[in-house]
């Protein structure tokens, strides 16, 4: 089963914030990457599947279900894609971060990891030491697709 989130309310101090408030993509080929990502998870994983989007619309993914509730929801397995500016090779760095917002863009494909999911731990590499993960980018799904299966311990997903 796929469904979609609206967003995890999540409160730091006293404040309550929505994670991954964006329900679908800004594009329909975002958010049908991502729908495709949903279901070749499901497939593979047999799980069920929540999609998410963050609250810019222009990146989300799809996740395994897991039982942890709030922030570490849902976020042991990411099956991800975006949105990134396509930059002409003229342009400095001060000119492309001036205008990233305006350049056309597209997609990438990306998987994010925990390593209480890996077949091995340190492949997560990215985060701070409290909040690890490995956070890589492919070159298609299908690529993206074949590391999951061939890093991510299905044993060690959460029921």
């Known amino acids: ?7 995890t ?3 730091v101090g006293s404040i309550p914030y929505i ?7 800004s594009t329909k080929e975002l958010d049908d990457t991502v729908k495709l990502e949903a279901e070749l998870l ?8 929540e999609i998410r989007f963050n609250s810019d619309r ?4 799809a996740w395994l279900v897991n039982s942890l509730e709030g922030f570490n929801g849902n976020c042991q397995v990411g099956f991800c894609a975006g949105l990134k500016a396509i930059r002409p090779q003229v342009m400095n760095d001060d000119e492309y971060y001036k205008s ?9 494909v990306a998987t994010n990891v925990k390593p209480s999911a890996l077949k091995n731990s ?13 956070w ?8 993206a697709l074949d590391w999951l299966i061939a890093n991510v311990d299905k044993k060690k997903i959460l029921k």
């Open 1 to 7: 089963m796929i469904k979609r989130s609206a967003g």
């Open 9 to 11: 309310v999540v409160t």
């Open 19 to 25: 994670v991954g408030g964006g329900y679908e993509g």
């Open 42 to 49: 499901a497939k593979t994983f047999r799980k069920k599947i």
């Open 58 to 61: 222009e990146s989300g993914g």
């Open 100 to 108: 990233w917002r305006t350049l056309p863009k597209e997609i990438y």
């Open 122 to 134: 340190e492949l997560a590499n990215s985060g701070n030491p409290d909040h690890r993960y490995c």
């Open 136 to 143: 890589l980018t492919h070159k298609s799904v299908e690529d």
